[in-house]
């Protein structure tokens, strides 16, 4: 186990100088190794230095999984340069939004996408230096400079720069669903990356001889804090892929020997929807942790795959509060709180709920740089999410008498669809953009699969005729694919309280009405 400087430079580092021929991570189509990754991520410093950018700015990476991203975080965290991780699906004024909120001077962008940037362009108020990773149009005049990664990292020194990153410094702002509001970007330090690594090192008793195997993308925290970074605490190996795939999956656990992976959403749920087959436990893998898993799957999973499963609950803000082994595991829990963190339960006007209450679930550190650090520019956010000292999830739960969590719903208006965090505000923002339509509603219903799908309830403008497949089409090329509406209903009003709130609970109770329009049901195609 690494005990050194809690930075991710200083591992890598430490890593490349120990074994420099080492495979650290496969990708589906090529092999990284330690020394390669070490000198790669120096290239990356170099070249945000030659672009003017230091210690304390912001640079988004909107990549998939590849060498170039992790060189780009790797290269951003030695030379100290906040990075901005961007959902490759972002588009139109939440790319935007991002982009300006987290004060980018710099975009490390795929050239598949780089068309969404020059579609935005003349709004971005920062942005200086697109560096694009494929082959590089004719860029648009303007302030903004274009290169070509493969040029400029060519070009570039791999000697390491000598820059001071301490574990409290600010390593990557990761942008949270918005809830009543636009999302807001988390600052995470190098210190609570390393905490919710740590954690999962020790709960999963990862080890050198560990292969852990994600799907998941570098975006994401998952992929980052429960695969690769544990990886290099416990000097294991990584296998990344960038999609996920039922029919294939086990096959390539044997292929690659994984001996754990993670799992969000419906995962779990679709790879037992698979055609059972005669080798189903016959697999390399030893166990796997994710959330949810649906209880009534628990022991059938485990069964028939011959694998422990875990299950946790946590937050981008805090990471990993609790911790469900399959050594104790309840079912219907998500554990107890691990040793980093006090998780309580409490109602309205923050007072601890008794056991078995149902209240918001909040948290306290226990050490200091465990947590987010704050929203950035966002003082206002940062102290109401802070009140009364605690940190409120914006989830409500319960706990029971032996301190296990059980997980409710949300308090917080957001959706969790297949693993993705869903802005309800952000998506009712572009359906009422449409000339046709006078006000939405947005909330999430059950899903066949598990966590929700997302219901638009739409109110259309007195006179005007408007096609569901109409609405869908607008919001295509203005949201993420997985943030489209599978569902629409046209109402003539929303239900409303005294103060004209919407109230929301009511349309999820009606759920899926008799005249709820289903996209999947009419064969209308979302484009990703």
């Known amino acids: 186990m690494y005990t050194g400087l809690k930075t991710f430079g200083k591992i890598v580092e430490h890593r490349a100088k120990e074994k420099p021929d080492a495979r650290f991570i496969r990708f589906e189509n090529s092999e990284l190794t330690y020394g390669e990754f070490d000198r790669s991520g120096n290239k990356m410093a170099n070249v945000m230095k030659e672009l003017g950018l230091s210690k304390g700015d912001t640079c988004a990476v909107m990549l998939p ?17 906040i990075e901005v991780p961007v959902n490759v699906s972002y588009r139109g004024d939440l790319l935007a939004h991002i982009l300006n909120t987290g004060e980018c001077q710099a975009l490390i962008i795929s050239s598949e996408w780089v068309d969404r940037v020059k579609g935005i362009s003349n709004e971005l108020l920062h942005l200086r230096h697109v560096i694009v990773v494929g082959d590089v149009n004719e860029p648009m005049p303007g302030l903004i400079s274009w290169h070509s990664y493969t040029k400029i990292m060519d070009e570039a020194s791999d000697l390491s720069l000598d820059v001071s990153i301490q574990p409290m410094d600010p390593s990557l702002i990761l942008f949270t669903s ?124 485990q069964n028939r795959f011959g694998i422990k499963l875990h299950e946790g609950y946590g937050s981008t803000e805090t990471g990993s509060m609790t911790f469900n082994p399959a050594e104790s595991f309840r079912k219907g829990s998500c554990g107890r709180p691990v040793t980093s963190y006090v998780v309580e ?10 056991n078995g209450v149902v209240g918001e679930i909040v948290v306290r550190p226990k050490e200091p740089g465990v947590l987010f650090s704050g929203y950035y520019g966002d003082p206002e956010a940062t102290v109401k999410a802070w009140k009364n000292l605690w940190y409120h999830t914006g989830d409500r739960g319960y706990m029971d008498e032996e301190g296990y969590l059980y997980f409710v719903d949300r308090k917080k208006d957001a959706i969790r669809r ?91 109770e009606e759920g899926i009405t008799l005249d709820t329009w289903d996209r999947e049901l009419t064969g209308y195609k979302v484009l990703r």
């Not at 999984?65 to 340069?81: D, I, T, Y």
């Open 178 to 301: 918005g809830t009543t509001g636009p999302s807001k970007g988390a600052i995470i330090s190098h210190s609570a990356n390393f905490n919710l690594a740590e954690i999962h090192c020790k709960f999963r008793e990862i080890g050198p001889n560990d292969r852990l195997y994600t799907v998941f993308p570098l975006f994401h925290s998952n992929s980052r804090y429960t695969t690769v970074l544990p990886a290099l605490i416990a000097d294991g190996d990584v296998v990344m892929h960038n999609r996920f795939s039922a029919s294939r999956f086990w096959d390539i656990c044997k292929e690659e020997q994984i001996t754990q992976f993670n799992f969000m959403g419906s995962m779990l749920t679709i790879l037992l929807k698979q055609p059972p087959r005669h080798d189903d436990s016959d697999n390399p893998v030893q166990q796997a942790h994710g959330a949810p898993i649906p209880p009534e799957i628990y022991e059938e999973f």
């Open 65 to 81: 999984n590849s060498p170039e991203f992790l060189a780009a975080w790797l290269g951003l965290a030695k030379l100290g340069v």
């Open 345 to 354: 339960i409490h109602d309205d006007n923050d007072k601890r709920c008794p």
């Open 418 to 508: 297949r693993g993705e965090n869903i802005s309800s505000f952000e998506v009712e923002t572009v359906l009422n953009k449409h000339p046709k339509v006078l006000d939405s509603a947005v909330v999430g219903v059950p899903s066949e699969l598990t966590e929700e799908e997302v219901l638009a309830v739409v109110v259309v403008k007195d006179g005007e005729d408007l096609r569901h497949e109409e609405l869908l089409d607008f919001c295509q090329s203005r949201l993420a694919h997985f943030a489209v509406p599978r569902y629409v209903r046209f109402v003539s009003d929303l239900p409303r309280n005294p103060s004209q709130k919407v109230e929301k609970y009511k349309l999820r």
